[in-house]
């Protein structure tokens, strides 16, 4: 099983994502090289899978939507985005269901 590499900052964490975009439903699969894999229902176009991320993301960790922003990657599969006011554990347990 694959890691997730998470990195700290100031006032939460930075998470290394890959996204499948036009999925059956919207999910947190698992770990893929370091990345939290989601997949998501919305298409890659005018910016739906990425705002479909940051909604997942945000009622999956109980944060509100603008907690969580996309630092890198708007146009491909493989972004990063930050999370402010959580911490590792708290993204370690949407992968674990705990």
Do not use: C, F, W, Y
């Amino acid at each position: 099983m694959s890691t997730l590499d998470l990195r700290l900052t100031t006032d939460g964490v930075r998470v290394p994502i890959r996204v499948a975009p036009r999925a059956s439903r919207d999910a947190i699969v698992g770990v893929h090289d370091g990345a939290l894999k989601v997949a998501l229902t919305a298409p890659p176009v005018e910016g739906a899978a990425n705002d479909a991320l940051v909604r997942l993301l945000a009622k999956a960790l109980g944060v509100p939507k603008g907690a969580v922003r996309l630092v890198q990657g708007e146009r491909s599969r493989d972004k990063v985005v930050e999370i402010a006011g959580v911490d590792a554990v708290r993204v370690h347990a949407l992968i674990t269901g705990g």
